[in-house]
């Protein structure tokens, strides 16, 4: 009898063991869907200059032995351009929240290079008295006047509400090469915004716009400069400041 009962006990725990193996697993959280995405891209290039004019008249010490005396004017064209086209990449998340960036780069990266030129025009004097207070000098016979510098400008796009806007890609200083022009003795800051300003050139571009179905978009950005403070030591100041940039957005088909 004792053999009988194990024998059957083994029977037992071998049916028993797939009887378990058969029951159905637990219920498993199903995976979350990924939010939907609408993504448009495009192949940009830009065309931008910048103008800077300043003409002025100051006298200083005009009762003292070395009479100081200036007047002239001065200008700066800087012009910048990026004919080979970068892709930019409009991304619409759930809620509305728009991201630019350009292709290959992190999120809200959207920086370029755009190769160009910088040049000053300066004419007029600066007058110490005569020897031994100085004499006179003119502003044009600097070297770096009437010279055109090759510059390759750091930028970048942004997008928010409906607006795109053209602004400086780094924060490091950049140097101005032609910069001695009319700046020679005394250092006269001249121009109350110096190169590379590019402030906040905006123009509007719609949600509806960039994830609509139109082809491209030709876009005139202009600058919207504050007036310029100047210190009340010029008998006549003047100075102008425009801007302008026109980018063209062309679809990128899938």
């Given amino acids: 009898m ?3 009962v194990a024998a059957s006990a083994t029977i037992a725990l071998v049916i028993l063991v797939p009887a378990a193996a058969a029951q159905a697993p637990p219920d498993l959280p199903s995976i979350p869907t990924l939010p939907h995405t609408d993504v448009e891209r495009f192949k940009m290039t830009i065309h931008g200059s910048q103008y800077s004019f300043f003409s002025f008249a100051v006298t200083l010490s005009p009762s003292g ?3 100081f005396h200036s007047e002239g004017q001065i200008s700066e064209d800087w012009e910048f351009a990026r004919g080979k086209a970068v892709v930019m990449e409009f991304t619409k998340l759930p809620g509305g929240l728009v991201m630019l960036r350009r292709v290959g780069r992190p ?4 920086a370029f290079a755009a190769p160009g030129g910088v040049k000053r025009q300066a004419s007029g004097f600066y007058d110490f008295g005569p020897d031994p207070c100085g004499g006179i000098r003119n502003f044009g016979d600097e070297p770096a006047c009437n010279e055109e510098y090759k510059v390759n400008s750091d930028l970048r796009l942004l997008w928010l509400r409906g607006r795109l806007t053209l602004d ?3 924060t490091r200083l950049v140097e101005n090469p032609a910069e001695a022009c009319g700046e020679a003795v ?3 800051h001249l121009f109350t915004f110096p190169y590379p ?3 906040k050139q905006r123009v509007n571009l719609s949600k509806r716009q960039i994830f609509g179905h139109k082809r491209g978009f030709r876009l005139v950005l202009k600058d919207r400069f504050l007036a310029p403070l100047r210190e009340p030591i010029y008998e006549a100041v003047e100075e102008k400041l425009t801007g302008e940039s026109v980018i063209t957005l062309t679809r990128v088909r899938n």
Avoid: E, F, Q
């Fill in 107 to 110: 999120p809200g990266d959207a």
């Fill in 2 to 4: 004792t053999a009988k």
């Fill in 65 to 67: 032995d070395c009479r």
């Fill in 168 to 170: 400086r890609g780094a």
């Fill in 186 to 188: 005394g250092n006269i």
């Fill in 197 to 199: 300003l590019v402030s």
